[in-house]
Each structure stands twice: as structure tokens, then as C-alpha cells.
């Protein structure tokens, strides 16, 4: 099978580590990935800060540059929720037809990270050793958009040597948002701080998500609060890459 | 006079005075989190849950798209069983319809069952300009006046005091020194400082749940009885309540009731349910009217997506599963519909209202509320409609400091270099360059300073994910 892969506006200018795990991870399971490189962003920034318009056309060149992909996969559930959710309307609000049409085709085959490893690649051992203590977070876009279910934790519980620990009210938002941590900032620190919190009674070497927006909204505040605790994309656990666990905050 | 469903302040600045309390914050979280659980216990027991939330989503459709053929069958059948039905456009209509009414009528006290409603159209100040005192009879709305407060949450009105404030304001107003800080005794204390009032009212004021089309009907839930004696004790009853209310049909009622209590209070019924038509000679009030409010509700049917938000039974699920409302409680909102509702609401009821345009960001994304909305309400996705209604509202405001606001000028610049590779790339080499500014000890930076006060700011790495697949992978 041949993946096209969306690395996310984020993962390639930040996080590049994650998105090298990723290609590494579905290299390993023996699938071909492709990176198309006329992609850049979904639009998602802008059209939940209510800048619909102005996100067209970021969505026009997603729709383009994933046309001709068999299946797209994206290390992040908000990215795959904003395509699946909105983008079919977005691409209709463009006032091209032929868009409209290849974005409603476009849809279904993208998959966010553990969806396509459980659902369609049907495994949910990928062989990975990760020896560290590990909270899971799971972020409000995989639990409640996209419905991951168990399938995070499943590829979790299959890594070696790894020790998942629990954290307490782990299904709260850490208060990220987007544009939400600067309009609302105070609201905003104050959800970080319960989380930040939590994770840290839990006695966890790494804190793990689907997400590099959420992940680099805890790992801001750890690194501040110079707490040793990295932030560790499941990509990077899954591909079995437990070096990033020697570095405090947000591994490059 | 107040508009209540106009905030003071936009939401970010209200938050923070909310964020200060640590007392309200440590109140909100013991009881949201006592509720959240009641509620998930007693959700989880119903089997066919999510048809039960489709199919009340689809009777309350049906009954906005249809709502004038509903309000016209209503009213006739209020009238046919001998009350009377008035029509408000807005608040102020409204509360003059009730003042009038109750001055009418004689009485210089009226009393009055909890009413969200009542609280939007601001009928306890009209009626203490005209002489007339109104009595609180559920036991939060009494904290809350007894305080000079108000509700911050839709169900428990006072959920922001905990029992200590509660009973040092009992202890006060009711000049009871020696009043213990136990919710028994609370209870008691007031049980028997309304009882006395209750016996004396000839006017009754109440909200309604809902009102069935096709009888008449208005369904009232609570859990303390003196909703039902407020409405079968005094001479007249006036019932106050939104457009949005109407259910076609008596049998729609039960789809209604298996949902709102378990969702509003956790419990598996709610303790009082009174249901009652018009007038009965002999039996009950002996005059009864109707003040049907539209107040912003029709404007906002006309928005397709924005008008599911007329669904909303008041259950505030919404508000006990919100990290947002969990942190700065109701009064933050500055609205009468505070929590996530409020959010897409108060917007739609006040569209000209600047900071009632600040509420749709007061918001995560998170889902939690859509989650367990009963009547699926997509809030989410109403809430980021509704910021985009907003940026074109100050875009059409003509101001110049809304149409240049640096957020407006930045987001318009990225969204056009992120829909082209080549410019994209640029700006990735700008992160770069901003580098140094990265890092552990986190710098304050002006501009970014909601952002860098409690969180350091990411490191930018040396090379870029679509360099290294040029140059490595590739």
C-alpha cells in the first residue's frame, strides 16, 4: 500500500522529529510513503478562529496536492477532524465545482495515525520497545471527534518495556484551542496548570498524544516549570524511539 | 434598565476577575464534578440513549421549522381551556405585559417558581419599580436574591457559594445567629421563611419547561414542591416563557422528560412534575395567562445551523462538563444562558452586541458539551460558526480598529503564504531564524505575552520535516 503522507503545517516546521517517525513507523510495517510537497497546511488555525474565507485557499491546495493519494494519513486528529468535518462544506464555499467534487472523494480516504494502523493496516503490535514510564493524553479531538476509542491504548499497551501510567481527569481538555490560549490566556493557563498538574503527580517520564498542537501546549509549560518530563509524539513511541526521553520539554 | 442578556464585559477580561476567586473556583469544581458523575451513572443505565437525544432532536426541529402553525395552535388551545396568551416581541414588552397584569390584579407581593426566563426580560426590577415584591421560592433563587446576586448557573443557580456563604447569608437576612452550616438545616431555615409567604400570595409568577401545542399544556419540573405550590396556591397564575418551549403534542412530553433530569440533575425522574391547562372552576388558580417572549428567538431561527441551538431543554449538561465554565462559573458570561449554551446563544439573541461576540471563543473546542447535550445540539461547530459570524460583523462594522485588529491583518498574510508551497517554506525559514527565542528558560515576549506567561516558547529545530525528506529522503 502506498500512503501519502500529510505531516501537518506544525510537525514539519516544529516537530520534523515526529514526522520522521512517522515515515519510519509506516516504513517499517512495510508501507510505501509518499510525501507530496506542494502541501503546507489544512487551515485549520484559521477557519476555527472564524477566518472561513480566508482558509479556502489553504483548502484548495490540500484538496490538490492529496488528489491523486490512495490514502492520505496525518499524524493528528485535529488536522483529519477539521478535513473530515469541514471540509466537504469549505470546499463547496470555494465556489468550484470541481473542487467541491474532489474534496467530497478526497475525504474518506484520510486517515488519522492509529486509525490507519488499526483499521486498515489491521495491527496493533508494531513491534516497538519504548522503556519509560508513559502517560497517555488523550487529546479532546481524538476522543471526541474523531472517536479513537481504545485504539490509541491498544498500539500502547503492545510497546515493550513501556509503563502506562494513569493521569487523573486525563479526558480534560489541557486548555490549548488554538487561537484560545492567546484570546483567552488566563482561562487558558488555568486549565494548562491543572493538567501540567496531573501529569506530573503521575509520575510519568513522557507524556504521549495524537497531537504536536497539544503536545507543544503541556510540553510549553513543563519546560517553564522545568519539570523532567519530555513530550513525546505517539509516532515517536510507536516507532520505538526512546532517545527523545534523555531531553526535558519538547524534543526536537 | 439591564439588559441580561447583554455582558458588561467582553469574556476574556470577565474570566480573568472570575479566575481570582479561589473560593468559587474549589465551589465549582466540587459541584460539577458531584454532578457530572450523577449524571453519567444514571445516563449510562439508559439503553437507547442516543435515539432517545435523535429522536427529541428531530421532534424539536420539526416543531421550529413548523414553530407558527405550533404557537397558533397554542394559543387557541390555552384559550379553549379558559387562559389567556400574550405576545411579547422583547423583554421589555414582555415585563410590562407581566407588570400590568399583576398590578391589575391587586398585589403587592407576587411569588414566584425559578424562571430563566423571567430573569432575561428583568421582571423582578420592573416589578419592585412598581411597588410590587417579588418572592423567590426555590431555595437557590432565594440564596441568590437573599445576596443581591445573580444565577450563575442554569439549573443551580447559586452552584457558586458553598454552604459556609450560604449559611452566613441566611444568618443575616433571616436573623438567624446560631443557624448551623449543615444543608439540612439550610433547607429547613428556608423551608420555613417562605412557608409563611407562600399562604399569603395571590398572584403566582412561573417559567414552563415546555408547552404542548395541542392541549395547551405547561409542563413544570423542580425538585422542591414549591413550584407546585406556586402554581396551584394563588388566585392568578402568570406563566412566562420563550417561543422556543412549544412541543407539538402530550406524547412528545414523555421523550422530553426521560432526557432532562437525568441530564440536568442526574437523578432518574425529578421530584415534581406538574402539568396543567388552563383554567379548572373550583380547583387551582382561577385566571391564567400565558406571556409567550420572542425576544431575539425568531432572528434566530433564520440562521439554519445557528437556530439547532433553539433545541435547548436548559438541562446544563453543558456547563458541568465544560473546563472553561469549571474555571470561571456563570457569571463570567455575562449573560443569563452562561456555559457553552450560553455561548451560542446569547450571541444569536444579541447580534449587534459586541461582547456577546467574545463568547463563541470562549471555547476549546473541546466536544465535551456535544457529547452530552441531549437534544444534540452541535455546539462546536455552532460555536465556530459563530466566530466566523462575528470576524464578518467587525469586518462590516466600517471600524477601523476592527477591520485592521493585528490578529485580522496576520491571519489574512498566512492564509494566503500558507496556500502556496514556496511561501510557506519562506515563513518556515522565518521560524528558524526566531530560534534563539526558544527554549527552556522561555522568554516573555510582547505580543505573545497570553502565550509565553505560563508557557515557554517551542525551539524552532535546525531543519525542517520537508527539507530533511529533500535532502535525506527523498
Not at chain 1, 70 to 94: D, F, G, Q, W
Not at chain 2, 130 to 156: F, K, N
Not at chain 2, 406 to 424: K, S, V
Not at chain 2, 448 to 467: D, K, M, N, Q, V
Amino acid at each position: 500500500m502506498r500512503v501519502s503522507l500529510f505531516v501537518t503545517c506544525l510537525v514539519d516546521t516544529l516537530y520534523p522529529a515526529v514526522g520522521r517517525a512517522t515515515v519510519r513507523l509506516l516504513e517499517r510495517l512495510g508501507v510505501e510513503v509518499d510525501f507530496p510537497e506542494s502541501q503546507t497546511c489544512c487551515g485549520q488555525l484559521h477557519v476555527n478562529t472564524g477566518y472561513r474565507r480566508e482558509a479556502l485557499p489553504m483548502v484548495g491546495n490540500f484538496v490538490r496536492a492529496f488528489a491523486q493519494a490512495e490514502v492520505v494519513v496525518a499524524p493528528s486528529a485535529s488536522c483529519v477532524a477539521l478535513v473530515r468535518e469541514t471540509y466537504p462544506e469549505l470546499a463547496e464555499e470555494t465556489g468550484d465545482p470541481a473542487l467541491a467534487r474532489e474534496a467530497t472523494a478526497l475525504v474518506p480516504r484520510v486517515y488519522e495515525l492509529t486509525e490507519f494502523l488499526v483499521d486498515r493496516l489491521g495491527v496493533t503490535d508494531v513491534g516497538a520497545r519504548f522503556p519509560h514510564r508513559v502517560a497517555y493524553h488523550p487529546t479532546c479531538h481524538s476522543l471526541r471527534a474523531l472517536h479513537l476509542g481504545d485504539r490509541p491504548r491498544r498500539l500502547l499497551a503492545a510497546v515493550r518495556d513501556m509503563e502506562l501510567v494513569t493521569v487523573e481527569g486525563a479526558e480534560s481538555c489541557c486548555g490549548f484551542g488554538g487561537t484560545f490560549a492567546i484570546k483567552n490566556a488566563d482561562v487558558s493557563a488555568a486549565m494548562l496548570s491543572d493538567k501540567v498538574g496531573a501529569i506530573l503527580a503521575s509520575g510519568a517520564e513522557a507524556v504521549c498524544a495524537a497531537d504536536s498542537s497539544c503536545l507543544m501546549h503541556i510540553g510549553g509549560a513543563l519546560v517553564r516549570r522545568g519539570a523532567p518530563v519530555a513530550t513525546v509524539h505517539l509516532a515517536q513511541v510507536l516507532a520505538g524511539e526512546d532517545n527523545v526521553c534523555g531531553q526535558r520539554g519538547v524534543p526536537e | 434598565m439591564r439588559d441580561a442578556l447583554r455582558p458588561e464585559a467582553p469574556f476574556p477580561a470577565a474570566a480573568r476577575t472570575a479566575l481570582a476567586d479561589a473560593t468559587l473556583r474549589a465551589n465549582l469544581r466540587r459541584a460539577t464534578s458531584t454532578i457530572r458523575r450523577r449524571r453519567d451513572q444514571v445516563v449510562g443505565e439508559v439503553e437507547d440513549w442516543d435515539r432517545l437525544r435523535a429522536q427529541a432532536a428531530a421532534i424539536k426541529d420539526h416543531t421550529l421549522r413548523h414553530l407558527d402553525r405550533y404557537l397558533a395552535q397554542l394559543e387557541a388551545a390555552v384559550a379553549e381551556r379558559g387562559g389567556q396568551v400574550h405576545w411579547a416581541r422583547d423583554a421589555a414588552e414582555a415585563r410590562d405585559v407581566v407588570a400590568d397584569l399583576v398590578v391589575g390584579a391587586g398585589a403587592r407581593r407576587v411569588l414566584k417558581v425559578k424562571s430563566l426566563t423571567t430573569e432575561e426580560i428583568g421582571l423582578n426590577d420592573v416589578l419592585a419599580e412598581r411597588g410590587v415584591e417579588a418572592v423567590e421560592s426555590d431555595l437557590a433563587e432565594l440564596i441568590v436574591q437573599l445576596g443581591g446576586d445573580r444565577p450563575s448557573h442554569i439549573v443551580v443557580p447559586a452552584i457558586h457559594k458553598n454552604r459556609f456563604e450560604i449559611r452566613d447569608l441566611f444568618a443575616r437576612a433571616m436573623g438567624l445567629p446560631d443557624l448551623a452550616p449543615e444543608p439540612t438545616a439550610l433547607a429547613e431555615a428556608a423551608r420555613l421563611y417562605l412557608r409563611e409567604r407562600f399562604l399569603a400570595m395571590t398572584v403566582g409568577i412561573s417559567g414552563a419547561n415546555f408547552l404542548v401545542a395541542d392541549t395547551g399544556a405547561v409542563a413544570v419540573v423542580e425538585s422542591e414542591g414549591n413550584g407546585r405550590m406556586c402554581l396551584t396556591l394563588p388566585h392568578t397564575l402568570i406563566t412566562v416563557a420563550g417561543i422556543d418551549k412549544v412541543v407539538p403534542t402530550f406524547e412528545d412530553l414523555g421523550v422530553f422528560l426521560r432526557l432532562l433530569a437525568r441530564s440536568a440533575t442526574g437523578e432518574r425522574m425529578n421530584p415534581y412534575t406538574t402539568v396543567f391547562s388552563g383554567v379548572v372552576p373550583g380547583d387551582g388558580p382561577q385566571a391564567f395567562h400565558l406571556v409567550l417572549v420572542d425576544n431575539g428567538r425568531t432572528r434566530a431561527l433564520a440562521d439554519p445551523l445557528g437556530r439547532t441551538a433553539l433545541r435547548c431543554i436548559r438541562c446544563a449538561a453543558c456547563l458541568n462538563v465544560c473546563p472553561v465554565y469549571e474555571r470561571v462559573g456563570g457569571h463570567a458570561y455575562g449573560s443569563v444562558y452562561p456555559g457553552p449554551i450560553g455561548a451560542v446563544l446569547t450571541p444569536q439573541l444579541r447580534p449587534d452586541d459586541e461582547h456577546a461576540r467574545t463568547l463563541p471563543y470562549a471555547s476549546t473546542l473541546c466536544g465535551a458539551c456535544a457529547d452530552v447535550c441531549p437534544v444534540g445540539i452541535p455546539i462546536p461547530r455552532l460555536l465556530v460558526h459563530l466566530r466566523s459570524v462575528a470576524v464578518r460583523a467587525d469586518e462590516a462594522s466600517g471600524r477601523l480598529g476592527a477591520r485592521l485588529a493585528p490578529e485580522r491583518l496576520m491571519l489574512r498574510a498566512l492564509g494566503r503564504a500558507f496556500a502556496q508551497p514556496r511561501q510557506f517554506e519562506r515563513l518556515q525559514a522565518l521560524a528558524r531564524v526566531m530560534r534563539p527565542l526558544g527554549g527552556r528558560q522561555g522568554r516573555r515576549l510582547p505580543g505573545l505575552g497570553g502565550w509565553t506567561r505560563s508557557r515557554a516558547l517551542p525551539t524552532a529545530p535546525r531543519r525542517s520535516f520537508r527539507r530533511w525528506w529533500r535532502e535525506e529522503h527523498r
